[in-house]
């Protein structure tokens, strides 16, 4: 029996070169080896995406660019969160035991929150303590509203992943916490009800060093909300614009200089994309004061671009065979309800919730 891999991506919008470095490459890459499991996470989308057109579109987009990447939907399950009632069904039956003030801790839940409510942090006109946000939390001087799903989206996740049995969990950093509560809440239902229902989860990084892809604006991380990202679809023409554009600095001053952020940056994607023997030709340019960026950006435009290509050229190509992709998340879905289904059945015994 082969370990069960479980991961998914909220239909957000278009995949970058984060998510296919930081999670979709890595996917591709164990589908042989196990049991894999990997979703459109369209419910979790809900909780901040409010324009049904946009999540519609959304929803097929990273279906295309996950089976353009290379998942195979005869290797690995492929299925739309929602396509799966019993994971809405465990999601009310799970929060009986999940405590709203565990839920209102986790870093996530703050972040989203406070942007809902516009109290943003750093801001110094901003009144951003804890007292405020509480304040506002509960409604006692906005209008503003942070909707309950953004509370329970930990709840939801932890669903996802129990109710396949997931043991085996490939997400990034930001997702840990999330991770840490799943394997809580396993721990908790287990033990209140005395059963060994749910094996605890654990973060999984396929034994490679974990990827950061930074943005091009000089910052540390490429990110849909930061708006610096070069998406796989992206068209050439674009995309050389979006590099050449990327943030330097004045140049090395003098042999051997460290490297401000926006150019090591560079160097990072280079290495992440280029060939060593073009890597090394850079950094001897910029050791030896010869580099000129423009050629450095080039080149990585042309290196980035053999990447994206191929998978731009096949997401176009399966969007237009809408027969293809009903196939594939029908029969997914008949898996993952399979499994879902006898868990949730599971829980809903072992609840007490029992035919007469
Ligand atoms: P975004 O931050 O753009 O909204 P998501 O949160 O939807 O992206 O991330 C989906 C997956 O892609 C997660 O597993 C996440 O860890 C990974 N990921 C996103 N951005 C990056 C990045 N810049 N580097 C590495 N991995 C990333
Ligand atoms: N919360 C994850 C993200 O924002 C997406 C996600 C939802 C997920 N359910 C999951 C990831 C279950 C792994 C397992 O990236």
Same mark, same amino acid.
């Given at each position: 029996m082969k370990e069960i891999v479980l991961s998914g991506i909220r239909s957000t919008g278009n995949l970058h070169l984060g998510n296919y470095y930081g999670a979709l490459r890595k996917f591709v890459n164990i589908q042989d080896d196990y049991d894999c499991n990997f979703f459109i996470a369209d419910l979790h989308a809900l909780t901040t995406s409010t324009d049904p057109a946009a999540l519609h579109a959304s929803v097929k987009s990273v279906l295309a660019e996950y089976l353009a990447a290379g998942i195979d939907p005869e290797k690995a399950t492929i299925f739309i969160q *929602?396509? /799966?009632p019993e994971i809405s069904e465990m999601y009310l039956l799970l929060n009986m035991h999940v405590g709203i003030g565990e839920l209102m801790r986790t870093a996530s839940f703050k972040d989203k929150a406070r942007k809902a409510l516009g /109290? !943003?942090? %750093? &801001? *110094?006109? !901003? &009144? @951003? *303590?804890e007292e405020a946000f509480e304040r506002e939390i509960i409604g006692a001087s906005t209008n503003k509203r942070v909707n309950a799903g953004l509370l329970t989206y930990p709840t939801l996740m932890a669903v996802d992943i129990l109710i396949q049995k997931a043991t085996k969990v490939p997400v990034g950093k930001d997702q840990l916490q999330h991770l840490e509560l799943t394997r809580r809440f396993a721990r908790r239902f287990n033990s209140f009800y005395g059963v060994d229902l749910f094996p605890e989860p654990t973060d999984f990084d396929f034994g490679g060093a974990p990827v950061k892809v930074p943005g091009l @604006? %000089? *910052? =540390?991380k490429m990110g849909k909300s930061e708006g610096n990202c070069i998406y796989l679809t992206d068209d050439p023409k674009v995309l050389r614009k979006k590099v050449m554009r990327a943030t330097t600095d004045e =140049? +090395?001053? !003098? +042999?051997?200089s460290p490297m401000s952020e926006p150019v090591a940056n560079l160097f990072t994607l280079l290495e992440l994309t280029s060939t060593p023997e073009v890597v090394t030709h850079f950094r001897d340019a910029y050791a030896d004061c010869s580099i000129r960026y423009g050629d450095l950006k080039k080149q990585l435009a042309e290196d980035i671009l053999a990447v994206t290509t191929p998978i731009r050229e096949r997401v176009s190509d399966i969007l237009a065979n809408e027969d293809y992709l009903r196939r594939v998340v029908r029969d997914g879905a008949e898996r993952a309800r399979a499994r879902a289904s006898e868990t949730l059945k599971e829980v809903r015994h072992i609840m007490g919730i029992r035919p007469l």
């Open positions: *929602s396509d /799966i /109290i !943003a942090t %750093g &801001d *110094s006109q !901003a &009144d @951003d *303590s @604006d %000089g *910052s =540390g =140049g +090395p001053q !003098a +042999p051997n």
